[in-house]
């Protein structure tokens, strides 16, 4: 009971920095955990980020480690991911997703998390 908007999204030169907010709505409690996931044209959805919603517990994909931070604002049930050093590679539709778990477990699992996004689009140029 879930759900879930992203946005900022967009155009941005290679190197550059963007930060997608994702906006939970329903009914949100703290149990939920959140992941960042990202789908290019032509390539299978991968795992980003995932950052457990009361623990603050983070874990990140090898590609972004040191590039991107998820973060979260429990107050606004808001989750955040911030890219820095932004690669032509990070083009994509970018999703948050929420889980019922305190835990990171199986954090990177597309099938483990019940609520979706409609996704935001980041477009990096070379």
């Known amino acids: 009971q879930v759900q879930l908007v992203e946005s900022g999204g967009g155009l941005v030169q290679a190197g550059g920095s963007l930060r997608l907010s994702c906006a939970a709505s329903?009914?949100?409690?703290?149990?939920?955990?959140m992941g960042w996931f990202r789908q290019a044209p032509g390539k299978e959805r991968e795992f980003v980020a995932a950052?457990?919603?009361?623990?603050?517990?983070?874990y990140y994909a090898d590609s972004v480690k040191g590039r991107f931070t998820i973060s979260r604002d429990n107050a606004k049930n808001t989750v955040y991911l911030r890219m820095n050093s932004l690669k032509p590679d990070d083009t994509a539709v970018y999703y948050c997703?929420?889980?019922?778990?305190?835990?990171?477990?199986?954090?990177?699992?597309?099938?483990?998390?019940?609520?979706w996004g409609q996704g935001t689009q980041v477009l990096v140029s070379s």
């Open positions: 997703a929420a889980r019922f778990t305190t835990s990171l477990f199986a954090a990177a699992e597309p099938n483990e998390y019940h609520y």
């Open positions: 950052i457990s919603w009361s623990g603050g517990n983070t």
């Open positions: 329903g009914r949100t409690f703290s149990e939920y955990a």
